[in-house]
């Protein structure tokens, strides 16, 4: 029997500081009224569809920061199975391997293990929501022109932490009870990037049997 979520993830464990909304902001009442839907029983698919008069790069921000969240704590729950010795390699079985690229240390495709790429991605992700000129929080603060560029840049590589997790470490979730609310909010994420096309198809094909069993 799976357990409850609070039992299933420790909050103390995320990979980095869940990263909160402002309240009082319109992206704070965009994240309760998304988070609302997500509560209410509502089929998935219809859950990430833009609400009416709702601007687009809001939505896809206030996603982008709650699956960064969610995912964080994913991979700070199964991070002590996936360590330098058992994930050498940052891959998604023997046809995949993720190489770690950013404009700092690592300017070109580098061979990394698994725990410092997660490291890498959750550090990188968070300087850039944290950064107020790629996700403004000011009112009438417009988005920059690249904002979905980025976004896609950010969610694709959050996917990756799906594959590895999914292909390396499925008996680690099933053994602390947590399948059901990985599933979940794997099918949540799966719904909205296919729904607004921020995932170019072919990263996807990792866990495509996967998702056709469980994303109808």
């Given at each position: 029997m799976a357990l409850c979520l609070n039992q299933v993830f420790n909050k103390d464990r995320t990979f980095r500081p869940r990263k909160k909304f402002e309240p009082g902001?319109?992206?704070f009442e965009l994240y309760k009224?998304?988070?609302?839907?997500l509560k209410s029983g509502l089929d998935l698919k219809t859950v990430v569809q833009l609400p009416p008069g709702e601007n687009i790069n809001d939505w896809i921000a206030v996603h982008v920061v709650?699956?960064?969240?969610?995912?964080?704590l994913i991979y700070g729950t199964m991070s002590e199975f996936c360590t330098e010795r058992s994930c050498p390699i940052m891959c998604g079985g023997l046809k995949y391997e993720y190489r770690w690229?950013?404009?700092n240390k690592y300017k070109r495709p580098t061979k990394v293990?698994?725990?410092l790429y997660m490291n890498m991605l959750m550090e990188w992700i968070e300087t850039l929501i944290n950064n107020e000129d790629i996700f403004p929080t000011r009112m009438g603060v417009p988005f920059p022109k690249n904002f979905q560029q980025v976004c896609n840049k950010i969610l694709t590589r959050l996917f990756r932490v799906f594959v590895?997790?999914?292909i390396h470490h499925f008996d680690?979730?099933?053994s602390v009870g947590a399948e059901a609310h990985v599933n979940t909010c794997y099918k949540h994420f799966y719904y909205f990037i296919t729904e607004f096309s921020l995932v170019n198809h072919r990263e996807l094909e990792p866990l495509k049997e996967m998702t056709e069993k469980i994303c109808h």
């Open positions: 902001t319109q992206r009224k998304a988070q609302a839907s709650d699956f960064f969240n969610r995912i964080n690229q950013d404009d293990s698994a725990p590895h997790v999914y680690a979730i099933i």
